[in-house]
């Protein structure tokens, strides 16, 4: 069990809650000219260039996409092309929610405050939150906060934003990188790590493992 009584949840949006599907669009737009191990390779520098794209300053989410899909062309042989980049921009307001999440959501959010800390543009993200099942009390973006996680800058507009302390929040994420190594390094103490198999557990950065959103609820009582 939890053994703690948060003011918040904060949530990771893109990937803890809403299922965010990169790799299967990847797959769709290139899958008639990489195959196999060509294909895993592209998905795999993909997803690293979205990471080293938000490292810097902030930039409009298009640009952090268009430009990550430029590189790996780039590295991979494929001809880069504008159209289908902007097909993975456009395709992320349409995905929903994992399986777990309304009802992992709709038991917490009977007791706690739920919020979004998401690298987000503010023009995408609605569509996502409201596809969840469950209110929240704030959604916060990279766009409002000028940064990206896994930048602190993020992290730190939340708290004022909130007006709260890191120890008196829970935060929520599938990944250690984009999330709870910063969350550490920042004295968020209670963390939970959804374990959606798409990072590796990191344990020293103090969490509590769950499977999925309602076992978060249980561990919470609920």
Known sequence: MIDFEPKYITFDCYGTLVNFQM??????????????????????????????????????????VHNSVRRTCERTGVPYIEAEAEQFYLAVPTWGPHPDVPEGLSRLAKKYKLVGLTNADNSQIMSNIEKLGAPFHAVITAEDARAYKPRMQGFEYMFKKLDVQPHEILHVSSSPRYDLMTAHDLGIVHKAHVLRGHEPEAPAYGYTAVKNIIELAEQLGL
């Open 23 to 64: 790799a299967d669009k990847a797959r769709e737009i290139y899958g008639n000219r990489l195959q196999g191990d060509a294909m895993e390779n592209f998905i795999k520098l993909f997803k690293a260039y979205r990471l080293d794209e938000v490292l810097g300053e902030w930039k409009p989410y298009r640009n952090v």
